[in-house]
């Protein structure tokens, strides 16, 4: 041999050799091959994480539709309805709207309707032959005639009151109303006050005043001819401008009752819808962290299905790890396989988190909604889980030595 020659096996002989690195498409190869040796466990597996991901996506997901619905049909009502009614009186005597209230608050500059009911001491009863305690929970109230264009209402049946009919014992239902009354058409009497009343219309519902679904409405000169109403209003409805709201609600106490506004109370109805939306996902915190126990049994699943297959490849660990393979190779390959188990399983439950957002949205006629965060969380949550099931398994792998590995049974 040359000295060049022996200068080369040296040198080559000096250099220490090192182990091929694996490329991220081999991890996956690799990966991907042990999950496909055992397909019924692999899907049993990652059942548990689909279930975890598909459990939080569709909660959120029907909660956010759930809100987004709301609030449509609070835009589509308005938020420019204030309620007026009489306030606890501080000497201790009931308060009461002066009979022109509805009068004085249409003076005022940006309002645009004002319409007033008043409560009557009476029943509502489908024939003279039921007990008068049985009331159905019925309100009987005499109503201004332009109530129902301050509500934004309209009939479902018949007409609303008129000129003619609020002089005479005609009667509008409320949709509960009619409902427990069993009335679904017009024409029909119903027992008031000691005296039968002709339906002529029925309402289609009022979300912002739900006390109106639930009463018998009359004219005020039919309600003081017939029934002994004193013409003082319960309750007042007034419609402005949006951008005028507030500084409407701040002046209606001192315009309906100047002596003593502490006397009147101003609501928002819609601010009760907005609550709703606001408070939509109430119980969004508890179906959360039961999708979380769900991610959690799938972890567990995983962890499991890891070290079972730690055990059973001890042969295959260690042969690699004869034919040169590292510890940190080793690691690798058993953390790609759980974090592919876990991603096959989140992108399931991500799907089946989606579709079952979308039908029950369009079940309930709302607009489906899945909030941006959320298609990047599940993915994030799902490696995560992934990566920490996997570590104790892929540690576990790399510390087998070769040659207890190849002879263990």
Do not use: C
């Not at 091929?20 to 996956?28: G, H, K």
């Not at 501080?90 to 209230?101: C, Q």
């Not at 590292?326 to 989606?354: K, V």
């Amino acid at each position: 041999m040359t000295r060049k020659h022996e200068t080369a096996a040296s040198a080559g002989a000096a250099r220490p050799l090192r182990p091929a690195r694996l490329r991220p498409r081999d991890i996956v190869r690799v990966g991907l091959a042990g999950l496909r040796a055992r397909r019924a466990r692999t899907v049993l597996s990652a059942l548990g994480i689909a279930l975890g991901i598909a459990t939080m996506v569709s909660v959120i997901g029907i909660s956010a539709s759930s809100q987004a619905g709301l609030l449509r049909t609070l835009d589509a009502l308005g938020t420019n309805l204030l309620r007026v009614r009489p306030a606890d009186s501080i000497t201790g005597e009931p308060a009461r709207l002066p009979s022109d209230a509805a009068a004085r608050v249409r003076r005022i500059g940006p309002v645009g309707t004002a319409s007033a009911t008043g409560e009557l001491d009476a029943t509502v009863r489908r024939t003279d032959r039921v007990p008068p305690v049985e009331t159905g929970g019925i309100l009987v109230q005499a109503a201004d005639l332009d109530l129902l264009r301050t509500l934004d209402g309209g009939t479902r049946a018949g007409v609303w009151l008129n000129e003619g009919t609020a002089r005479y014992p005609a009667v509008v239902l409320g949709s509960v109303a009619a409902q427990r009354l069993g009335i679904d058409r017009t024409g029909v009497q119903v027992f008031i006050g000691g005296r039968w009343f002709t339906v002529t219309g029925i309402l289609h519902p009022l979300p912002l005043a739900p006390e109106i679904d639930r009463s018998a409405l009359i004219g005020f000169p039919a309600a003081q001819r017939h029934l002994g109403f004193d013409g003082h209003p319960t309750t007042l409805y007034e419609r402005s401008t949006e951008e005028s709201v507030a500084a409407v609600r701040e002046v209606l106490p001192r315009t309906i009752d100047p002596e003593t506004p502490e006397n009147v109370a101003v609501s928002n109805p819609s601010d009760a819808l907005a609550a709703r939306a606001a408070t939509a996902g109430a119980f969004t915190g508890l179906l959360l962290g039961l999708g979380a126990v769900a991610l959690l049994v799938g972890a567990v699943g995983i962890a499991n299905t890891m070290i079972i297959s730690v055990l059973e490849r001890r042969r295959e660990i260690g042969l690699r790890r004869a034919l040169g393979a590292t510890r940190g190779q080793i690691r690798t390959q058993f953390l790609a396989e759980s974090l592919l188990l876990s991603g096959l399983g989140g992108a399931a439950g991500l799907a089946a988190g989606s579709l079952v957002t979308t039908g029950y949205a369009m079940l309930r006629n709302w607009p489906p909604v899945i909030p941006e965060w959320t298609l990047a969380a599940a993915p994030a949550a799902t490696l995560l889980v992934g990566a920490l099931a996997g570590l104790y398994p892929a540690a576990r792998a790399s510390r087998l030595p070769p040659t207890s590995a190849l002879t263990s049974p």
